[in-house]
């Protein structure tokens, strides 16, 4: 799906903070609705997710690289970048931070479940 996402360039400072904020703002709702009874805290444009037995997550705005970073206690740091479309891609893995959200659900659920048993 991201392959061959183009980098957009030359994106004013502005509209980088409004997409970053909003991207993590929907991010924020859309985790506390799947993880309705782990920790949670968004504000001023970092997000932190605490998920008992499994550890913390961080999202947050890089303004210096015009990047969202993500940190994943299970397979660790990411970087996205805004691409055409204004969609959120990690070039180095080609996968959109809406996807690469999916797959760590997919894992903490896996990780769960199998401590469950």
Same mark, same amino acid.
């Given at each position: 799906?991201? /392959? !061959?996402?183009? /980098?957009?360039k030359?994106?004013?400072?502005p /509209?980088?903070? +409004?997409l970053a904020?909003?991207e993590? &703002?929907d991010l &924020?709702?859309?985790l506390? +609705?799947?993880?309705?009874?782990?920790y949670a805290d968004?504000k001023? !444009?970092n997000l932190?997710? =605490?998920?008992?037995g499994?550890?913390?997550?961080?999202?947050?705005?890089?303004p210096?690289?015009?990047?969202?970073w993500a940190? &994943?206690?299970i397979? !660790?740091? %990411?970087k996205f970048?805004i691409?055409k %479309?204004?969609e959120?891609?990690d070039? %180095?893995?080609?996968?959109s931070l809406?996807?690469y959200?999916?797959?760590? /659900?997919?894992?903490?659920? &896996?990780?769960?479940? =199998?401590?469950?048993?």
């Amino acid at each position: 799906m991201a /392959l !061959g996402q183009k /980098l957009q360039k030359g994106i004013p400072k502005p /509209l980088y903070h +409004r997409l970053a904020d909003e991207e993590l &703002s929907d991010l &924020s709702e859309h985790l506390e +609705r799947k993880l309705c009874n782990e920790y949670a805290d968004y504000k001023d !444009g970092n997000l932190q997710i =605490r998920i008992e037995g499994i550890g913390e997550y961080m999202f947050n705005k890089q303004p210096a690289a015009m990047q969202i970073w993500a940190s &994943s206690p299970i397979t !660790g740091p %990411r970087k996205f970048d805004i691409c055409k %479309r204004y969609e959120w891609i990690d070039l %180095r893995n080609n996968i959109s931070l809406s996807e690469y959200v999916k797959e760590e /659900l997919k894992k903490i659920q &896996s990780k769960i479940g =199998r401590k469950d048993k």
